[in-house]
């Protein structure tokens, strides 16, 4: 009888936990079993596996082989075990050392013909080996420029199965090193240009706003007012993301299946827009077994934008309620709870009503249909959006365009200079843009002056305004102060943040 060792790692979420994969092989009817609550795809390698093994030059033991994979109660699933699996099974066999398995852990495919192919999530499962004390790792050799993301492993890059046997019989070199760090990572395409959208005067000052804040927007107008191009823009807007930004934006693109061998890193915060068509699922994540990253999470750090909002179904809009709050997806599913950090900027953008005429006036639907229409933005959802504007019409927009617009860059310098010191006042908290800090540290260390916040008390008196609305007005008011580079907020930039939020309907 005879007992080896090797390690992989369960992904749940972006979190991961290391599996330690044993395998015995003795005596007993000529079987292969696999343990510790495998999953149909999981449950399959033990055929791939086998098929890898023989079309490398080895033979799979002619005895009872029992593969058992712990913790035992925690659910595994997917594909990337293959490589760990077949490693043990030769150890045990003694067909190879297995002095090099401990501390040693295996991600990858395997195919027929021996050949390791990628998987999803290397950037996550890595992480989790190096907080678990893992030494050395061991990943398809596609997956290295990913896997080169984290520092601490010893790491390697396997083409086949047969390049891992090598190494683990002594030859270091079958395997692969990982690739050079470059000093930068590639500078991302010049997206569009602030410039390109005509007038709109008071829409642009909300994206600038909502920029330098991390607040969400309603834009409200008819079709062709540039509702779209607006949205579009607001990433070039944006700050570039730290370094542990990039990293936690990375682990939820490669979880998604979304990282190419050519830009393993995302340096630059996402753009992701909608179709009305969008599920549920798709919009927060989902799937059988453990859920998947939705487009709330792929927008993490970046802009969500939902174009023709109104047409969306209410549960559909609803289901971000929850993420505006808490900056994270919590999805319950058969085999556990997967996290999935979503702190995005949210764009909507609707017409005023279904016929959606260029102007009010030729409006044609009954106030039943209009209602029923604007009602799909239900009243919970909006109190979280910080910045609702209404658009002109093209043609007062093309009468009010007397001066040259602003380009991205001109407006993109007064947004970092805002970051800038709202990153500095809130550093001690560890807070970064002002739509972060909680209302009661607004109200407690940093109140106001009374005379400042009259009128957000007279609209709260009036029933106007909830306290979630009044929190998210100070916050505002905050980006305020810091695009007009003052201390604080005065009264003049309490009621601008309050002006924004009353412009729900047209």
Known sequence: MALARAWSVALFGVDGVPVEIEADVGVGTVRTQLLGLPDAALHESKDRVKAAVRNSNHSWPTQRVTLGLSPATLPKGGSSYDLALACVVLAAAQAVPAERLPGTVLIGELALDGRVRSVRGVLPALMAARRAGLERAIVPAACLPEASLVEGLALHG????????????????????????GTQPPAAPPGPDLSDVVGQPEARWALEVAAAGGHHVLLTGPPGSGKTMLAERLVSLLPPLSADEAIGVTAIHSVAGLLTPETPLVATPPFVSLHAATSTAALVGGGTGLAKPGAVSRAHRGVLFIDEACEFGARNLDSLRTCLEDGEV???RRDG???YPARFQLVLAT?????????????????TAKRRYQVKLSGPLLDRVDL?????????????????????AVVRARVLKARTRARDRWAAHGWRTNAEVPGPALRREFRLPRQATTVLDRALALGALTGRGADRCLRVAWTLADLAETDQPTADHVAAALEFRERRRP
């Open 330 to 332: 919590r999805i319950a």
């Open 388 to 408: 609702r504007v209404i658009m002109r019409p093209l043609t007062a927009m093309m009468a009010a365009e007397v001066s040259e617009p602003e380009p991205t």
């Open 158 to 181: 396997a083409a086949t199965l047969s390049d891992v046997i090598g190494w683990l019989n002594g030859d270091d070199a079958s395997l692969v090193g990982p690739p050079a760090q």
């Open 337 to 339: 709870i997967a996290r």
């Open 351 to 367: 017409n005023p009503c279904p016929c959606a005429p260029p102007k009010d006036i030729d409006c044609i639907c009954v106030p």
